[in-house]
Each structure stands twice: as structure tokens, then as C-alpha cells.
């Protein structure tokens, strides 16, 4: 016989001939003869040096472990006083009781979402971050998600988990911003035939994103198809004069025009506008011949109403004079004024005669 000690958190297994025979706790104990030792530190986990099934079946075994049974589809999340130390893959799993807190929480990973109980962030270790997938959908965006490539549900900002495992998960993300759809260079025939250039413009927004995402397909290009043909229909419709005295009351129109059909691609618009009307070179040189000539008339007639009121003017001093001798020969006093002031030198001649036209120039007549 053979005396031996086990130290204390430590388990003796028992083997004759290879084959198992007990278990031994902490203390001074004998083997029989063949018999040897095999120590467990309780601190790990155990590490069968046998088939599991074989010491499972001793009952005292059995009670001073913990047995954790993982399956194909899942895996256990391994905490220790409360602590997470890691994850533990399909199969069984061993543990001593007695000297460490263990705990388990098993993880079915055939469903996508994750437990709300579980620590997030615990996510972000590298024992776990192995089984888990991660999206993150900005603040100006919103996502329609597909499982299986099915419609699922919409996401809202934020970041979100899920296990990874076979079920497909796709995100396809919207900017629910404002955003500016440019119409440019678009040929157009007037009423009148008239061929000019047209660039529009258009602010827009995401309403529905299922409509927008999962209902439609491109649903800016289809925006701009809508724009273009109702702007090419509208401006078909009116003549060049008509077009350039309403070019802003082109936006409502429009707008009105494509409103519902807007709607059925989940996108609401708030604004749109012409932003320029380019005419060909020939017409540019008429249109600005056409606008020389009504500056011509407009000016023609502020020279003729200028004139006419200048006549009537004169006409009135006319009246106001004949009728009063004094005003007569102080408006010929200015007059003499005006001429004296160009005058340098007087030469006087004729005596007397000469002071007498100056008295009748300067003195009302009687």
C-alpha cells in the first residue's frame, strides 16, 4: 500500500490497469497495490484523461462537478464569480465545484437577435465578437433590413447586434436628408417652336423608405424621368413669350404634376425651379433686337411727354406775361442779363440815343 496527500482545491481520480475506480478529496489517503494517482486542480477546467461517459456514471463524480452540455447550434457564455471569461463551443464541458462561482448562460444561435440581458459590452470581446455581426445606421439615415433576402422591418439610427450565424442579413440604407436632383441641358421645342436649353432643379426627400427602397427600384432615376417629361410637356405647351413672363410660376406647375406619382416612390418634394433658360444664338440676337427697340419706343415716348410738357409750360408763361407788362420786362432783364454775362467790353455811340434805348429796354412802357 502507498500513502499520498492531496492539497487543499485539488481532486484525486483513482486508476488500476487503466481503469477508473474513485474519486478523492482534499487529505492523507492509501492506494491499494496497482493503483495510482491522477490530480485535478479545481481552479481549471477538467480535462478527462478517459472517455466522459465512463466518470459520469460514478455518482460521486457527478455531484462534485458541473457539467455543461453545448450544442451544434449553440454555444455558453462562461462567467466565473460573476465575470466574463469566455465562450464555450459545442460539446461537454467540465467543471469542479466548490471553489469557483460558476455560471452559464447557453446562446441559441439559430435565432439572429440577441438577448437584451446580455452585457453589450461584452460585445466588443474577442472570445465573442467571433459570433456576432454588427450594422451601424448614421443619424441621417434610416434602413430597411432583409433576412433571408425577405423584408424584415425598418431601422432607426443606431447600432445594432446580431448573432452571426447561416441566416443572410442585408441593410439597405436611405438618406433621409434633403437632397437636389440637377435637370440639365434639356433640349425643348416652345408652342412656337422655339428651340431653347432648360436646366431645373429639384429638392427632394425620402417619406416611405418601403416605397422608396423596398417598392421601388432607383428611385432618383425614376424622379428625374418623372421631372423631365412633366417639364418638356409643360414647357411644349407655351409659347417663348408665355414662357419667359411665367418662368417662375414653372415650379408649381410642375410640381402639381408629378405630386402623386412622387408619392407612389415614397419621396415628397419641397422644392424645384428653373435655373436657366439658354436660348440659341440666332434667337438670343432677335430677342435682343426686340428689347433695343422697346427701349427705343419707351424712350421716344418719354422725349415726346417731356417736350409736350415743356410746351405747355412755355404756353403759360406766355399767357402770364401778356397779361402783365412787369413780368415782360423782367423776363427781357434776365435775358440781358444771360447775353451781359459773355460780354467783355461796351463801346457807346449816337450820344444820347444810346441812354434813351437803354431807359426803354430797362423801363415798363406806359
Not at 342 to 347: A, D, G, H, L, V
Request: charged content about 30%; aromatic content about 8%; glycine content about 6%.
Amino acid at each position: 500500500m502507498k500513502r499520498i496527500k492531496i492539497n487543499a482545491w485539488k481532486k484525486g481520480l483513482v486508476f488500476k490497469n487503466d481503469s477508473y475506480k474513485r474519486i478523492l478529496g482534499e487529505g492523507a489517503h492509501w492506494l491499494m497495490p496497482f493503483e495510482y494517482l491522477m490530480e485535478c486542480d479545481m481552479a481549471k477546467p477538467f480535462i478527462s484523461p478517459v472517455n466522459l461517459n465512463i466518470l459520469l456514471k460514478d455518482e460521486q463524480f457527478t455531484n462534485e462537478t458541473i457539467i455543461v452540455d453545448v450544442r451544434n447550434h449553440e454555444i455558453a457564455l462562461h462567467y466565473e464569480n460573476g465575470l466574463f471569461t469566455g465562450v464555450l463551443i459545442p460539446g461537454r464541458h467540465v467543471f469542479w465545484k466548490g471553489l469557483i462561482d460558476y455560471s452559464f448562460r447557453i446562446v441559441d444561435l439559430n435565432s439572429i437577435d440577441i438577448d437584451i440581458g446580455i452585457d453589450k459590452s461584452l460585445f466588443s470581446k474577442r472570445e465573442l465578437a467571433l459570433y456576432i455581426r454588427s450594422y451601424t445606421i448614421e443619424a441621417h439615415e434610416k434602413a430597411v433590413m432583409y433576412v433571408d433576402g425577405k423584408f424584415n422591418k425598418i431601422v432607426d439610427p443606431g447600432t445594432y447586434h446580431y448573432w452571426k450565424n447561416a441566416t443572410s442579413i442585408a441593410l439597405s440604407r436611405a438618406d433621409m436628408r434633403s437632397m437636389q436632383l440637377e435637370i440639365s441641358g434639356q433640349e425643348i421645342l416652345t408652342r412656337d417652336k422655339a428651340a431653347l436649353r432648360v436646366n431645373f432643379y429639384v429638392q427632394y426627400s425620402i417619406r416611405d423608405v418601403v416605397k422608396a427602397i423596398v417598392k421601388n427600384k432607383d428611385y432618383d432615376k425614376q424622379l428625374y424621368t418623372l421631372m423631365q417629361l412633366a417639364l418638356r410637356e409643360f414647357i411644349g405647351g407655351m409659347s417663348l413669350d408665355e414662357l419667359l413672363e411665367k418662368k417662375e410660376q414653372i415650379s408649381e406647375h410642375i410640381n402639381l404634376a408629378v405630386a402623386e406619382k412622387a408619392e407612389a416612390l415614397g419621396i415628397g418634394i419641397s422644392h424645384s425651379g428653373i435655373r436657366d433658360i439658354i436660348l440659341p444664338g440666332d434667337m438670343k440676337e432677335i430677342m435682343n433686337q426686340v428689347l433695343v427697340a422697346e427701349k427705343k419706343a419707351q424712350a421716344n415716348t418719354i422725349m415726346r411727354r417731356e417736350e409736350t410738357a415743356s410746351t405747355r409750360s412755355l404756353l403759360n408763361t406766355a399767357k402770364l406775361m401778356e397779361d402783365n407788362a412787369m413780368l415782360f420786362k423782367l423776363k427781357e432783364m434776365e435775358y440781358v442779363e444771360k447775353i451781359a454775362e459773355k460780354i467783355n467790353t461796351i463801346s457807346l455811340s449816337g450820344g444820347s440815343q444810346v441812354v434813351d434805348q437803354l431807359k426803354d429796354i430797362f423801363s415798363p412802357r406806359k
